[in-house]
Structure formats: C-alpha cells, structure tokens
C-alpha cells in the first residue's frame, strides 16, 4: 500500500470514536475522486488511485481504500470507474483574451481556399452597417488548395476581397498573427498608397507595378490597426469592459471544457492588466492566468515597478514577466534566419525589435525581479537572444533562479541547442506548430535545416533544457489534447511524421504540460502536480494518456475539469 500523503499533520484526521457503528470522520474532504488512474506528474508517488480536495486544496493522495477514509456526509464523491487523473493542463503561451476575442469574430482557420474567405466576408459585409469593420482571424496561404491565382509571394491580391466588401473596411488576421490582410477601404482609411514606405522591421507587400496586394507583414500591420484601433477608440468605457468581459467568458469556458486549469497570456498593455486585475476581485477569471507585459519600453520604464503581482487573488493572476519580439513567424517568412529562406533566396525574414532595444528592456527587467520571455523563431531570432540573455546575466551574477524564456524556438542552429540548459534558459513551445506547419517548413529552410533544427524537442531534452507547452492559441485551437498528440507522435492530420526522432515520451509531453509550465511561471510549489498542500487544479480524461494506443489519443474527451477544487466543467 503507497504511503498516505496528509495535509496538515498537525489537524489530520481519522475517526476519534465508533457510535453506533458509524465512524465520524474529523476532518472530512469536500471532494474525494476514488478508483482511478491518477498520474501525479511527481517524481516520488508518480501513480495513485484516488485524491481528496478540501478547502480548494489537495488534502491526501493515495490507494482508495485510503482516501475513503476522508469521505464524510457532506462528502461529494466521483468514483472515476477506471478513467485517467491528472494536473490540469497548463498552456505556457496563449492569448487569453484572443482567444474569446475569435469566438466573436470570423474564424478563417478551417477555410480551405480564398474563395472560402471571400464567401465569409461578403456574408460579414451584408450584415454589417455602414463604416462598420470586418474583422477575421486563421487564413493561410499555405494551406489553401487550390493556391491562390493570380497571387505574389504566395498570397493573394485584394481584388476580390474588395469586391466582397466595398463599403466595409476589412482586415483579416493571418494564423500566425504576423500579418493582415486588407480590402481597398481599409488601405484608403490607413492613407496607404504606392508612395508608402515599408516601416522598420515591417513589410507591404507589393505586386510588379509596385501596387499593395493587401497583405501587410509583421510591423507594417500597425498602418492598419492604428486606424482599426481609432475606430475602437470610439466606443464607451463602459462598453470596452463589457467586450472584455465577454472574451474573460468565453476564453474561460472554451479552455474549460478542454481540461485547461492555467494559461499564460503572452502579452497584454498595463491597461488591460488592470482590467483583469479587476476581473480577479470580482472571481470572473474562469482559469489561473500568467499574464505577460506586453507594452512600449517607454511606460515600462514609467510603470513596471507598480505591476509586480506574483500569486495575486490566491493565484488566479500572476503578473512577473515580460512578452517581447525578436523576429516574426515561418508561415510569413517573417521568422530571422541566419541563412535564406530557401523559396525566398532574397530574405533573410525580419528583426522586428532592435536588439538594443531589448537589451534595454531586458535591463529594465532583471532590475525590477522580472522575467523575460523573448518570441524567437528563426535560428538567428533565437541565437541573438540567447547572446542577450548571456550578456545580461553575466552584468547581474547576484541574480539567480531567473527562468527567462524563449517562446516558440521553432528553428534552431545545431550550435545553440545546448545553450538552453547552459543559461537555464526554458524552450516555452507549443507542440501543435510543428504538425500544423510541417507541410510548409521544409519549403521554408529545406530538408536538412528543418531536420537537423526545427521543433527539436528530444535534442533540447537530451540537452538537460525544460520545455513547456502550449497552443499559442487562437493560432491554434487551445484544446491540449490535440498538442499532446503532436508531442508524442509528431504525426498530421494526413498521417505524416515529421522527423519522428524527436518525439517526447508520453510521461515528457505530460510534465511539458503541467509542472513544467508551473516552473515556467514560479508556482510549481501550488500548481502543476497532484501533492498534498498544493490548488486542487485536476482534469479527468476518458483514456489514459500515458498508456492508450496513439489513435485513441485523438479520441480523448474531457469528463470534469476541477479548479480550486470546484468542478468547473462536467460533460452531459
């Protein structure tokens, strides 16, 4: 029989007196989980049977015969009948508030061509009102069969787009969300024209006349949201907090019903960490949130200090990092590359943010206890940002136990593999990339680069580095059951393998999902494991992902997802 795990040792429990033949149970659970498979993603008492939750916390783990004894009259109890137990899933990088932000708008990600998009904006437009803005997310070229005619650089020309929408300004989101696309009202409204220059680390893409098909890459999108955003700008405060609060809602709700228990929101303005700071007050956040500061070098400097707020409303908001950008996305051709791209012998992709400006801030960082979390995609995005991180600790021997992160590391250069665990610098990845972009990558860099660097997880693990995983959702859906299977199979929805060496083990995918994204965010003491004393943050699944057939992964389904104890979503 495993050894019980207690509590508190000092106020444990069982029975004092027998009266009657009943025993009294001193110290009953709120909620007891009994006859399961439970991996605890702890290295000591990996495996158990049953769990007891009280006060939103996990009072015992063990054999059930041992956690009935916790079941009092006031007790709720599941027996799991055989279903798998394990920490609730942590995504390490998504977009929070994207995510209910793409449930109201078009979701372009399961169109199969452009005329699919076309048909979803001209429904849009005749819908809309006058002025009125368009607004999508999820198209890739790449992906579009047939492939758009006539197109430059793969993409389409707004042509038809403006057609489909000739009074409406339209701006539709790439799945990478490194570029748009726009109609020829929301070019008008941007001022946009032939004699526009291309802005630093930005790109308009141009046809042979030298006329804007539409699409404006990486920093060139700003032309087009400033304009977008002064449309927002419009709106009452009160409506803002409402819209905000609808995206809370549904961001919460879809990442519950997928067994989701913590996100890390990878960057968002003080503004609106105070929105959801005032969002945990009122226990409207449906997951515990990692919120990432994504704001300009000049508030940073005004601000930062006030917005350090580890564990804040009993760890339903943390707030101790900063989301910065080195370089854009492979899908756009926007990711930095130290060699070209080998369908665009003329780039080398883009350096979005100086690099003296992210020293600055990484400066800013360090000094006021905060962590940096740097997007690097392409092998030079990643080299140049382990060379600041190496230059910034060695300024600050004093500081210890930073856990910096790079987010993404999609394509690494064989050299600076191992300098992850050198610098103690985590791999924040997200699995579901590399079989939602297999198809395009060796495209991009050509077979030998994208084997020997591209979604190396094994190579980083064998390397002694600590991954966390994730969705960066909504570029994908944020469900983990579908990462899982891309960590553990490297497989597509065609059943193709993309270099099948570098799979993780079943038990390395869980840990990538759950403690591993705790330590990521400095709370691996209260999250990310099923232990004594730690949040009653659960999921039980209907098949035990540690054991089933690869194919059954994919069939997966979430019955309950515990946070704080409470059953937050159960399945019908």
């Not at 495993?2 to 004092?16: P, R």
């Not at 809602?249 to 960490?273: H, N």
């Not at 979390?373 to 930073?402: C, M, Q, S, T």
Request: charged share 25%.
């Amino acid at each position: 029989m495993k050894q019980i795990e207690y509590f508190m040792l000092a106020a444990v429990t069982i029975l004092a007196f027998n009266c009657g033949g009943k025993t009294e149970v001193k110290n009953p659970a709120d909620l007891v989980l009994i006859n399961g498979i439970i991996a605890t993603a702890e290295d000591v008492n990996p495996q158990a049977e049953a769990v007891a939750v009280k006060n939103g916390k996990i009072l015992a783990v063990g054999s059930t015969i041992e956690i009935e004894n916790f079941i009092g009259d006031s007790t709720e109890v599941i027996d799991l009948k055989g279903k798998f137990v394990m920490p609730g899933f942590n995504d390490s990088h998504a977009h929070f508030l994207g995510i209910g932000n793409s449930k109201m708008i078009l979701d372009l990600r399961q169109a199969k061509n452009w005329d699919e998009v076309i048909a979803l904006v001209a429904k849009a437009a005749d819908n809309a009102k006058p002025g009125e803005w368009i607004i999508g997310r999820g198209w890739h070229q790449e992906k579009f069969n047939p492939k758009p005619n006539p197109s430059v650089e793969g993409y389409p020309i707004h042509q038809e787009l403006s057609k489909a929408s000739p009074l409406n300004p339209v701006m539709l989101t790439h799945a990478s969300g490194h570029a748009v696309f726009v109609n020829e009202k929301a070019m008008q409204l941007a001022g946009v024209n032939r004699k526009t220059a291309n802005p630093d680390g930005g790109t308009i893409i141009r046809d042979s006349l030298g006329n804007a098909v539409g699409v404006f890459e990486e920093n060139a999108e700003n032309l087009i949201k400033k304009v977008y955003d002064e449309f927002l700008a419009k709106r009452t405060p009160e409506q803002i907090l409402a819209n905000y609060e609808e995206q809370v809602r549904l961001a919460s709700e879809d990442c519950l019903k997928k067994g989701i228990t913590s996100c890390s929101d990878a960057g968002q303005t003080f503004d609106v960490i105070d929105v959801l700071k005032k969002f945990a007050d009122e226990k409207k956040l449906g997951v515990r949130l990692n919120v990432m500061i994504g704001d300009s070098l000049k508030l940073m400097k005004e601000k930062l200090k006030n917005y350090l707020m580890p564990g804040y409303a009993d760890h339903f908001l943390t707030v101790r990092s900063i989301k910065q950008y080195i370089d854009g996305a492979l899908g756009s051709r926007g990711a930095w590359l130290l060699e070209p791209y080998t369908d665009l012998l003329s780039s080398k992709g883009s350096n979005v943010t100086p690099v003296a400006d992210l020293k600055k801030i990484a400066e800013l960082a360090i000094s006021n206890g905060f962590q940096m979390r740097i997007h690097a995609i392409g092998d030079r995005g990643n080299r140049e940002v382990l060379n600041l991180y190496k230059e910034v600790f060695k300024k600050h021997p004093d500081k210890k136990d930073l856990r910096w992160c790079i987010e993404h590391v999609q394509h690494l250069s064989i050299r600076d593999i191992p300098r992850f665990a050198e610098l103690g610098v985590i791999a924040s990845m997200q699995s579901v990339h590399c079989t939602s972009d297999m198809g395009f990558v060796p495209e991009r860099l050509g077979d030998k680069r994208a084997e020997e660097g591209a979604y190396v997880w094994k190579e980083l693990i064998n390397s002694g580095a600590i991954i966390c995983n994730g969705t960066d959702a909504p570029v994908e859906d944020v469900d983990p059951i579908g990462c899982f299977y891309s960590s553990v199979t490297r497989k597509n929805s065609d059943g193709k393998v993309f270099y099948g060496d570098q799979k993780m083990s079943r038990l390395q995918a869980l840990k990538t999902y759950t403690i591993n994204g705790a330590y990521a965010s400095f709370e691996e003491d209260v999250k990310g494991s099923i232990k004594t004393g730690k949040y009653a943050d659960l999921v039980v699944l209907s098949n035990d992902l540690l054991n089933c057939a690869d194919e059954d992964i994919l069939n997966t389904k979430v019955l309950y997802t515990i946070v704080d104890g409470k059953i937050k979503y159960q399945a019908k």
